[in-house]
């Protein structure tokens, strides 16, 4: 039990505290208590005192404490209610509709501007209205107007869905044409921002901007299609004619009054004149069809014809928006310049064709003509050193008789005349090959060296005998092409140099150009005029030629210039009239690896058991075969003449009887590969050879042909080519010693 009631207030226990003190001072003042018990209450009641004092002080402190709490709670409350006026008052201050939602989406406020426009739902809006349900009263209002196609349960998921997004802005449409635009933030706190600003005003002047836009641009679009020479016309998604110029109606032989906006395309079709034929596969069904499905339209381009009058180009296109434009262009006057020229290029190319056909037939005439030549001459070349070998062999025969001084003049001029001769036959084989293409080279390493020592020697007495100075220079140089054709090829430059230079100095050196060498002959002849430079490369031609220069045909510069562009080797010319001439061919050089020198063969020696050349061999019986009567008498005299025995017969058929007739082995064979009808020298030589064994043999021949070269050195056998010269005749018959 307490004195005091806690539940009293502090100013209440003071006053009942002082209450009791007042009493117990009287009461100890009005009794006399000697035992002492009234000041032992007084003591108590001055403790007691003591302890109200106390606690009235922790009272007094408390109420100061709650008084300044009170009085800042106070001001805090006062500055909250301004600040959210202040905030009520800057969000009503805003142009644009606010509100704004919590992190659990529910409007803690807005303003007065916030769907002020939906007057049916705007009472609605309190603060703790839950987002969906704010996005369902909207879907529902009467002020909003639905895109087409829309339903209020679509366009309220489709704003759900916006609102999703952490940021979001699109345009509402409301009824009377107004606008809003709605965007959406997120603040820090995870709340939502939503503010709507009216841009009816924005929205209508950008249509009008733009209707004005497409005012001008539709008369711009109109003025140049009027400007075209094509014919256009442009149709809407339900095939309707929204432009057009006045091109298309005069190409289409349409009405003007039948090509009006809002025109069907089916109907302006139908409208069309019936003798209009489409082309490339095109007709009226086909082109309606494809006018009828806008979404698989793609571009179509077919011809539109009236007979021959009217040629139309036509090109239809599909638009973006689904509707299509069609160009109708007039080329009838190309159409009827390419028929007028179809028709004159079938004229002319019966014509070509007509005359290729002639040319053709002289082109084959021509060749047959060539062909004939080229085996004429190389027939005639062969038959003519047929007699040639035979002359000079008998020629030969006479060289060892005793003679007068004028027979032995007589004798040499013969065999001038028979060099001479033979000289223009090879001449004129070599032409033959070239012309024909059966010009067969074989590309080697060639030490030109070798070349250049045997043409010095060869025309060395000539030009001593001319009182020139003829100067060939010395070379290690090794390259890479025809030996036998290059050896030709410098023999005719060097020749012509030394025949046709009257005095001075005729000179044959090369330079070395990187992996090519330049070999040049210089004269110091008459020279070469400019008009005369193709010339004297042709077969049979010759330039002012001196009379030392008399012997020869003119075939040496064509041989030069054939064999060059056969072999591929550049052919040059400088020439200065009255001072002298430069040929040069320029020649590449072996490869590294073959450059090398060729080990010389030492100079051929007879060994012990041979015979020297012009020993008579006694009693060797040498088998010749040759079908030419008047050769085979020379060869046999000339035989005959150094001491041999000959049995000779004129074909392979007569040899291999007359061998079986005989029973005797000949110590040596001498065939000509040429035999006529029957089997060839080197056929022959097999069956001989395979009769009896190897017996020391030559093949003798007027052909140049690699092949046969070829197939002599398959069978072991030199050839010897005609015509022949008595030297190889001794030279055959000392390796039977």
Same mark, same amino acid.
Request: glycine share 6%; hydrophobic share 40%; net charge negative.
């Given at each position: 039990?307490?004195?005091?009631?806690?539940?009293?207030?502090v100013?209440r226990?003071?006053?009942?505290?002082?209450?009791?003190?007042?009493s117990?001072?009287?009461?100890?003042e009005?009794q006399?208590?000697?035992?002492?018990?009234?000041?032992?209450?007084?003591e108590?009641?001055?403790?007691?005192?003591?302890?109200?004092?106390?606690?009235?002080?922790?009272?007094?402190?408390?109420?100061?404490?709650?008084?300044?709490s009170?009085?800042?709670?106070?001001?805090?409350?006062?500055?909250?209610?301004?600040?959210?006026?202040?905030?009520?008052?800057a969000?009503?201050?805003?142009h644009?509709?606010?509100?704004?939602?919590?992190?659990?989406?529910?409007?803690?406020?807005?303003n007065?501007?916030?769907?002020?426009d939906?007057?049916?739902?705007?009472?609605q809006?309190?603060?703790?209205?839950?987002?969906?349900?704010y996005?369902?009263l909207?879907?529902?209002?009467?002020?909003?107007a639905?895109?087409?196609?829309d339903?209020?349960?679509s366009?309220?998921?489709?704003?759900?869905a916006?609102?999703?997004?952490?940021?979001a802005?699109?345009?509402?449409?409301?009824?009377?044409?107004?606008?809003l635009?709605?965007?959406?933030?997120?603040?820090?706190?995870?709340?939502?921002?939503?503010?709507?600003?009216?841009?009816?005003?924005?929205?209508?002047?950008?249509?009008?901007?733009?209707?004005r836009?497409?005012?001008?641009?539709?008369?711009?679009?109109?003025?140049t299609?009027?400007?075209?020479?094509?014919?256009?016309?442009?149709?809407?998604?339900?095939?309707?004619?929204?432009?057009?110029?006045?091109?298309?109606?005069?190409?289409?032989?349409?009405?003007l009054?039948?090509?009006?906006?809002?025109?069907?395309?089916?109907?302006?079709?139908?409208?069309?004149p019936?003798?209009?034929?489409?082309?490339?596969?095109?007709?009226r069904?086909?082109?309606?069809?494809?006018a009828?499905?806008?979404s698989r339209?793609?571009?179509?381009?077919?011809?539109?014809a009236?007979?021959?009058?009217?040629?139309?180009d036509?090109?239809a296109?599909?638009l973006?928006?689904?509707?299509?434009?069609?160009?109708?262009?007039?080329?009838?006057?190309?159409?009827?310049a390419?028929?007028?020229?179809?028709?004159?290029?079938?004229?002319?190319?019966?014509?070509?064709?007509?005359?290729?056909?002639?040319l053709?037939?002289?082109?084959?005439?021509a060749?047959r003509?060539?062909?004939?030549?080229s085996?004429?001459?190389?027939a005639?070349?062969?038959d003519?050193?047929?007699?040639?070998?035979?002359?000079?062999?008998?020629?030969?025969?006479?060289?060892?008789e005793?003679?007068?001084p004028?027979?032995?003049e007589?004798?040499?001029?013969?065999?001038?005349?028979?060099?001479?001769?033979?000289?223009?036959?090879?001449?004129l084989?070599?032409?033959?090959k070239?012309d024909?293409g059966?010009?067969?080279?074989?590309?080697?390493?060639?030490d030109?060296?070798?070349i250049?020592?045997?043409?010095?020697?060869?025309?060395? =007495?000539?030009?001593?005998?001319? *009182? #020139?100075?003829?100067?060939? /220079? +010395?070379?290690?140089? &090794? !390259?890479?092409?025809?030996?036998?054709?290059?050896?030709?090829?410098?023999?005719?430059?060097?020749?012509?140099?030394?025949?046709?230079?009257?005095?001075?100095?005729?000179?044959?050196?090369?330079?070395?150009?990187?992996?090519r060498?330049?070999?040049?002959?210089?004269?110091t002849?008459?020279?070469?005029?400019?008009?005369?430079r193709?010339?004297?490369?042709?077969?049979?031609?010759r330039?002012?030629?001196?009379?030392?220069a008399?012997?020869?045909?003119?075939?040496?510069?064509?041989?030069?210039?054939r064999?060059?562009a056969?072999?591929?080797?550049?052919l040059?010319?400088?020439?200065?009239p009255?001072?002298g001439?430069?040929?040069?061919?320029?020649?590449?050089?072996?490869?590294?690896?073959?450059?090398?020198?060729?080990?010389?063969?030492? =100079?051929?020696?007879?060994?012990? *058991? #041979?015979?020297?050349?012009? /020993? +008579?061999?006694?009693? &060797? !019986?040498?088998?010749l075969?040759?079908?030419?009567?008047?050769?085979?008498?020379a060869?046999?005299?000339?035989?005959?003449?150094?001491?041999?025995d000959?049995?000779?017969?004129?074909n392979?058929r007569?040899?291999?009887?007359?061998?079986?007739?005989l029973e005797?082995?000949?110590d040596?064979?001498?065939?000509d590969?040429?035999?006529?009808?029957?089997?060839?020298?080197?056929?022959?030589?097999?069956e001989?050879?395979?009769?009896?064994?190897?017996?020391?043999?030559r093949?003798?021949?007027?052909?140049?042909?690699?092949?046969?070269?070829?197939?002599?050195?398959?069978?072991g056998?030199?050839?010897?080519?005609?015509?022949?010269?008595?030297?190889?005749l001794?030279?055959f018959l000392?390796?039977?010693?």
């Amino acid at each position: 039990m307490t004195l005091i009631n806690p539940a009293d207030s502090v100013e209440r226990q003071n006053e009942k505290l002082l209450r009791i003190t007042q009493s117990l001072m009287r009461r100890v003042e009005q009794q006399q208590d000697p035992s002492g018990l009234a000041y032992a209450q007084f003591e108590r009641a001055a403790l007691l005192e003591d302890q109200v004092r106390s606690r009235t002080r922790d009272l007094e402190r408390a109420l100061d404490l709650l008084h300044d709490s009170n009085l800042r709670l106070e001001h805090a409350s006062a500055e909250t209610e301004a600040a959210r006026a202040n905030l009520a008052d800057a969000i009503e201050a805003v142009h644009e509709g606010f509100a704004l939602f919590d992190s659990q989406d529910r409007l803690v406020l807005s303003n007065s501007r916030f769907c002020q426009d939906m007057r049916d739902i705007a009472d609605q809006l309190t603060p703790g209205l839950p987002f969906d349900r704010y996005v369902e009263l909207v879907s529902q209002s009467a002020y909003l107007a639905l895109p087409q196609g829309d339903t209020a349960l679509s366009w309220a998921l489709k704003r759900k869905a916006r609102h999703r997004e952490n940021d979001a802005m699109f345009n509402v449409r409301l009824t009377q044409d107004l606008w809003l635009q709605v965007s959406e933030r997120r603040t820090a706190s995870k709340g939502t921002v939503v503010l709507q600003t009216d841009v009816t005003d924005l929205i209508r002047l950008e249509r009008k901007e733009r209707a004005r836009l497409q005012n001008k641009q539709a008369r711009l679009i109109a003025a140049t299609l009027e400007h075209l020479n094509q014919g256009v016309c442009i149709f809407d998604d339900a095939a309707r004619l929204i432009g057009w110029n006045a091109r298309v109606a005069e190409l289409l032989r349409l009405p003007l009054t039948r090509v009006q906006r809002g025109a069907g395309f089916a109907a302006l079709i139908d409208q069309m004149p019936e003798d209009f034929t489409l082309s490339h596969g095109m007709s009226r069904k086909r082109l309606l069809e494809w006018a009828d499905r806008p979404s698989r339209r793609g571009a179509l381009r077919f011809e539109a014809a009236q007979g021959a009058a009217l040629t139309l180009d036509a090109f239809a296109q599909g638009l973006p928006d689904g509707g299509f434009v069609i160009s109708f262009t007039d080329v009838t006057a190309e159409r009827n310049a390419a028929r007028a020229l179809r028709e004159m290029n079938e004229r002319l190319e019966a014509r070509v064709a007509e005359r290729t056909t002639e040319l053709a037939s002289a082109l084959a005439e021509a060749e047959r003509a060539n062909a004939s030549k080229s085996r004429f001459v190389a027939a005639a070349s062969h038959d003519l050193l047929q007699p040639l070998s035979a002359a000079k062999l008998f020629v030969g025969t006479l060289s060892g008789e005793d003679l007068t001084p004028v027979g032995t003049e007589t004798l040499g001029k013969i065999s001038s005349a028979l060099g001479s001769l033979e000289h223009i036959i090879e001449a004129l084989l070599d032409m033959s090959k070239l012309d024909s293409g059966r010009a067969a080279f074989d590309l080697r390493p060639v030490d030109l060296g070798q070349i250049f020592s045997t043409l010095n020697t060869q025309l060395e =007495p000539l030009a001593a005998q001319k *009182g #020139l100075d003829l100067r060939v /220079l +010395p070379t290690t140089a &090794r !390259v890479e092409t025809d030996p036998s054709y290059l050896r030709r090829i410098l023999q005719n430059l060097l020749g012509n140099a030394v025949r046709y230079t009257a005095r001075g100095k005729v000179l044959m050196g090369l330079r070395r150009q990187g992996d090519r060498v330049r070999i040049e002959v210089w004269d110091t002849g008459p020279g070469i005029a400019p008009e005369h430079r193709d010339m004297i490369f042709r077969e049979f031609s010759r330039v002012d030629a001196p009379a030392s220069a008399s012997e020869g045909l003119g075939l040496g510069l064509a041989i030069v210039d054939r064999a060059c562009a056969g072999l591929g080797l550049p052919l040059g010319l400088r020439s200065e009239p009255g001072r002298g001439t430069v040929f040069s061919v320029t020649v590449p050089l072996a490869s590294r690896a073959s450059r090398a020198p060729a080990r010389r063969s030492a =100079p051929r020696v007879p060994s012990p *058991g #041979l015979a020297p050349p012009g /020993l +008579p061999v006694q009693g &060797r !019986v040498v088998f010749l075969v040759e079908n030419d009567t008047d050769l085979r008498r020379a060869l046999t005299l000339s035989l005959e003449g150094m001491g041999a025995d000959v049995i000779d017969v004129g074909n392979g058929r007569e040899a291999l009887d007359l061998l079986d007739e005989l029973e005797i082995t000949p110590d040596a064979l001498m065939l000509d590969e040429d035999l006529g009808p029957g089997m060839t020298g080197t056929e022959l030589l097999g069956e001989i050879t395979g009769r009896y064994g190897p017996i020391p043999a030559r093949i003798i021949s007027a052909q140049r042909a690699p092949t046969l070269r070829e197939r002599c050195q398959s069978l072991g056998v030199p050839l010897l080519s005609k015509p022949l010269e008595r030297r190889d005749l001794e030279l055959f018959l000392s390796e039977l010693v």
